[in-house]
């Protein structure tokens, strides 16, 4: 994993912070100066932290875990959808449904619903339901699509949120923080950094800033990926390895005890000859 340097951070303008009216002072840590009434993010403590935060996400990806994306903001929906599309995880770039995570078991009835709806249409039941039938049933797997589509294959809690804009995702980092569930994101001077895990003080405001960091993280993770899949195919070639030794032992005294037979009948025949 390659982290950006202090260069590509400052270019992608991931050091413009708000307003100074509008900071939190739980982000002076993070702060490095104003200017024009702007507060200045720390390039370099947004670099460290950056490394930490993909250091992590690659272990819960290597462990074979779920990390859901969440960003609902218009300058980071596509960006989300595509960099979580490209490592195979979950994400939300709609409104948060309420109790996603606190009330699991029924976001699941929902996605099942829409599985539903597929197999229906499969099977040739849909085509024997009345046109205003089919046509609610059509615009309610549409709404669904367009809700939950993005996390139809996560079948349990993910191991970790990533969050851009943690004031606006409130809802989302809240119930991650009530189970428990680890919170990565990117906080700008004007949110609060202490229900985050994992901060990482950035621009949550331009897509250019969002795309880089986004690029490490996911970056980070496929590394986590690969690294699980060599990992599985060692454990298997080793597994087949194991097997294979008790059948090479069980060959062997085989042959020795067939071996054994020979010389045995030998021996026996040269007895009754020399008897005659």
Known sequence: MSTPNFDQLLEAGCHF??????????????IFMERNGIHIIDLYKTQAKLEEAAAALRNIAKGGKKILFVATKKQAKEIIADKAQSVNMPYVIE?????ML???PTIRKAVKKMTAIDKMTKDGTFDNLSKREKLQITRQRAKLEKNLGSIADLNRLPSALFVVDVCKEHIAVAEANRLGIPV???VDTNS???NVDFVIPAN???S????LILSTVCESISEGLEERKVEKADEKASAENSDAAPRRERRRVSRKGEGEAEVAETEVAEVAEAAE
């Not at 912070?17 to 993070?30: E, L, Q, S, V």
């Not at 409104?95 to 109790?99: L, N, Q, V």
């Not at 250019?208 to 795309?211: E, L, Q």
Request: charged fraction near 25%; avoid cysteine.
């Open 204 to 206: 949550d405001d331009a």
């Open 192 to 194: 609060d950094p202490s």
């Open 102 to 104: 606190t009330n699991f």
């Open 208 to 211: 250019k800033s969002i795309d």
């Open 17 to 30: 912070g708000h307003m100074k009216r509008k900071w939190n002072p739980a982000m002076a840590p993070y």
């Open 184 to 186: 990565f994101a990117i």
């Open 95 to 99: 409104r948060w449904p309420g109790g």
